[in-house]
């Protein structure tokens, strides 16, 4: 795709007010999110984790944000929950410095909730949702609400100044370059 230089700046707004939007959706949403990893996750499916109510992965699966490799910043919200789950050092480690890590990683960073193995994953998961889904929709609504609502209008804050910053960067000319570089590496393998 190519992109005129007159128009990188309304490309860039409107991919920040979708990006916003879609997060939005995350943070708003009353009832239960249940994640399933069963492979590579990278990131705004690895970033947005960190609003879910139970991340569930298998042994294979791996959780990459590659943002300083492409020039940009983190999203999903998670410059807030990252650190918050997994302490600022290990944080920095992914959103930071590009850190990939094994589901086991995730789980005890507490990204994720728990690892089943890959040969069982489907049946197991399958079975403690079967179970979710007959508890009291109103009690799970209730209670995540209770629970979540005193962080909504941070989150909101928070997508808000992340998208903000990624219009900003998806025009810089390090960003630029640097998704240049990417997809050149791409094109010779």
């Known amino acids: 795709m190519n992109v005129k230089p007159n128009e990188m700046g309304s490309m860039a707004q ?15 949403f009353p009832k239960p999110l249940i994640s399933l ?38 999203e999903g919200c998670s410059s807030y929950t990252f650190p918050k789950l997994m302490g600022t050092g290990k944080a920095s480690e992914m959103l930071l410095f590009n850190k990939k890590i094994s589901a ?34 109103k009690s799970l609504v209730y209670a995540k609400q209770l629970s979540r609502d005193q962080e909504r209008e941070r989150l909101h804050a928070v997508n808000a100044a992340e998208c903000e910053r990624l219009v900003e960067r998806w025009q810089s000319e390090d960003c630029i370059n640097a998704i240049m570089k990417f997809f050149s590496k791409k094109s010779k393998m």
């Not at 990131?43 to 791996?62: K, M, N, P």
């Open 14 to 28: 409107n991919g920040g007010v979708l990006l916003k939007r879609f997060v939005n959706a995350f943070i708003d």
């Open 37 to 74: 990893v069963n492979g590579p996750a990278v990131g705004v499916s690895v970033t947005v984790l960190g609003l879910f109510d139970a991340v569930y992965a298998t042994d294979r699966a791996t959780f990459h944000t590659p943002f300083s490799d492409l020039g940009q910043t983190p």
């Open 104 to 137: 086991q990683d995730a789980c005890e960073r507490r990204l994720v909730t728990e690892v089943f193995p890959h040969d069982s994953f489907q049946a197991e998961v399958e079975s403690r949702i079967q179970g979710f889904a007959k508890l009291p929709v």
